[in-house]
């Protein structure tokens, strides 16, 4: 997205800054003072996502949340939308930054990265909202990655996607998550629909998501991981968070009723108040 066309607009946008950590140019936000939270959304979002939750919990840490690449307004490299890429090229940022966050927060997919980042650079708590921890299986394996690369390499694929994006489109997308979302989120998610380089990069992601390499290493992962899961999630339903919750060795899971898989953007104060015991 173009960052000019939305700096007086963009939620939060006097905390932004762009940074330049290879391969990518990141758009980060930060605000609060404190020990680090690190902020990482689901596919599909951008930095928007916190727009509630974060400045709750800037009262008390210093909060860094970024655009993840191909995502929002940071830029993308082809060959690094994988998990493990993505949560290597984040620490490099973070290397940029010179910060080491004491906690770090996902959500959905954003919750895998987090997971994958912790185990790579030292394990730290982590709260995972609505993580998108499953697995497909047997043929679903092989032909959701399979579409999702058809839907990626065909030149067709985003302009027709975000021809098709209009509010009513959108508001039904965000329906099916299970979550009620205001005015403010519906016209920023209609706006990364309707954005090409967005578009390309959230499909690229799905492209190259393995999560198997993870779910190996999840038991080895040495500090608290709080499940949080909203039982009206469309996206991923608590079950998923169950599974996973038994291949973590120190982990809790509270599930959040009346909330779907956007539950932080609904909630925040909620949210926040399932979250203390393990990040605050």
Known sequence: MNWSEWADR??????????????????????GQGPVLLLL????????????????????????????????????VPGRAGLDAMAE?????LDVLEVEPSALVGHSAGATVALRLSLDRGPRPVAAINGAWALF????????PFMAKALAVNP????????????????????????????????????LLSDRAHVSGALAKM??????????DAARHGAPVLLLAGDRDGTVPPK????????????SLQVLGGLGHLAHEEAP?????AMRPVIL
């Open 89 to 93: 090229d984040l620490g490099t940022l």
């Open 41 to 76: 959304h689901g596919a599909g979002a951008a930095t928007h996502s916190w727009r509630g939750l974060m400045p709750l919990l800037a009262e008390t840490h210093d909060c860094i949340a970024v655009d993840l690449p191909g995502h929002g307004f940071t830029t993308s």
């Open 156 to 191: 067709l694929t985003v302009p027709l996607f975000t021809a098709m994006s209009s509010p009513r489109r959108t508001r039904q997308l965000l329906e099916r998550t299970g979550s009620r979302i205001d005015e403010e989120g519906l016209r920023l998610y209609h706006a």
């Open 10 to 31: 963009w939620p939060h946008a006097a905390h932004s800054r762009f940074v330049d950590a290879r391969p990518h140019r990141w758009h980060v936000q930060r605000m």
């Open 240 to 251: 998923v968070s169950r599974e996973m919750l038994a291949r973590l060795p120190d982990a």
């Open 269 to 273: 104060e909620t949210v926040l108040e």
């Open 137 to 144: 299986d047997g043929f679903a394996a092989w032909l959701f």
């Open 207 to 216: 492209a190259s998501w393995d999560l198997r390499r993870l779910h190996r």
